[in-house]
């Protein structure tokens, strides 16, 4: 799921190599995808009224449903 963001993540914006994906386990078994990108480039992800983020977050939570696990993605500042 972490590679699947990394590639969404990096069609979306404008700074590719920007792109960086951390990812946290916690205690309940739930992954927390946390998202970086260049500071230029959060509109990108985020999109008009959070629509794209929104759509990354419905693809991710998809395929953790293969792998019966939750998934939560958060776009962080660095």
Same mark, same amino acid.
């Given at each position: 799921?972490?590679?699947?963001?990394?590639?969404?993540?990096? *069609?979306?914006?404008?700074?590719?190599?920007?792109?960086? /994906?951390?990812?946290?386990?916690?205690?309940? *078994? @739930?992954? /927390?995808?946390?998202? @970086? #990108?260049?500071?230029?480039?959060?509109? @990108? /992800?985020? *999109?008009?009224g959070g629509? %794209?983020? *929104?759509?990354?977050? %419905? &693809?991710?939570?998809?395929?953790? &449903?293969k792998d019966k696990r939750? #998934?939560?993605?958060?776009? &962080?500042? %660095?």
């Amino acid at each position: 799921m972490k590679e699947l963001l990394e590639y969404l993540a990096r *069609g979306l914006v404008e700074h590719p190599d920007e792109v960086q /994906v951390n990812q946290v386990e916690e205690e309940d *078994g @739930s992954i /927390v995808l946390e998202l @970086s #990108v260049d500071d230029e480039d959060y509109g @990108s /992800v985020i *999109g008009r009224g959070g629509r %794209t983020a *929104g759509a990354l977050r %419905t &693809v991710i939570k998809c395929a953790a &449903v293969k792998d019966k696990r939750r #998934v939560f993605l958060d776009i &962080v500042d %660095t």
